[in-house]
């Protein structure tokens, strides 16, 4: 069974830095295409990165240059490293395998 | 404002069949694949549909996606009380602003 945990959410202030992480289990971690996908309280779906299995890297514009995605391949691992980070940045995100199978995410709150 | 345009909202009656619309354009909808997830209220999206017309195992064929030109269409037939959700449709996007664009989700309520 595919499982997916996101962790690492938790309130941090205008321009501060969160890291969060996403374990992944149930399948082969390094075969897959991963994704950060975020939503906004009582708002729809942004897709906010994506990574290949080579560790190509991709982002939207409203985030390019202030969030960063990884993966650690021997550690069943995804990152989204988030810095300056903005009031409107605050949803919940959730990590993605191939945007087939979704974790249940995790909250990040940016406030003063 | 999101990428693909979905209505805001549907509704229908335990039975009816319903059909949610997704537009988009040539770079996204017209030369890729469609997606569609269901998002129960308190809980992460599901996927129902992938490449514009599959269905993962488990979901019921009471579900069904069609896709044509820079529009997808999802549609739920035999609509039950459980079908209240949101639906999100998804494609890639081959321009440089997005690799990945959402519609802003359709809100069905069962009457």
């Known amino acids: 069974e595919v499982q997916l945990v996101e962790s690492g959410g938790g309130l941090v202030q205008p321009g501060g830095s969160l890291r969060l992480s996403c374990a992944a289990s149930?399948?082969?971690?390094?075969?897959?295409?991963m994704h950060w996908v975020r939503q906004a309280t009582g708002k729809g779906l942004e897709w906010v990165s994506a990574?290949?299995?080579?560790?190509?890297?991709y982002y939207p514009g409203s985030v390019k240059g202030r969030f960063t995605i990884s993966r650690e391949n021997a550690k069943n691992s995804l990152y989204l490293q988030m810095n300056s980070l903005r009031a409107g940045d605050t949803a919940v995100y959730y990590c993605?395998?191939?945007?087939?199978?979704w974790g249940q995410g995790t909250l990040v709150t940016v406030s003063s | 404002q999101s990428v693909l345009t979905q209505p805001p909202s549907a509704s229908g009656t335990p039975g009816q069949r319903v059909t949610i619309s997704c537009s988009g354009s040539s770079s996204n909808i017209g030369s890729n694949y469609v997606y569609w997830y269901q998002q129960l209220p308190g809980t992460a999206p599901k996927l129902l549909i992938y490449r514009n017309n599959q269905r993962p195992s488990g979901v019921p064929d009471r579900f069904s996606g069609s896709k044509s030109g820079t529009s997808a269409s999802l549609a739920i037939s035999g609509l039950r009380s459980e079908d209240e959700a949101d639906y999100y449709c998804a494609a890639w996007d081959d321009s440089l602003s997005a690799y990945v664009v959402f519609g802003g989700g359709t809100k069905l309520t069962v009457l």
């Open positions: 990574i290949g299995t080579a560790g190509d890297t």
């Open positions: 993605a395998r191939d945007l087939t199978d």
């Open positions: 149930g399948f082969t971690f390094s075969s897959y295409d």
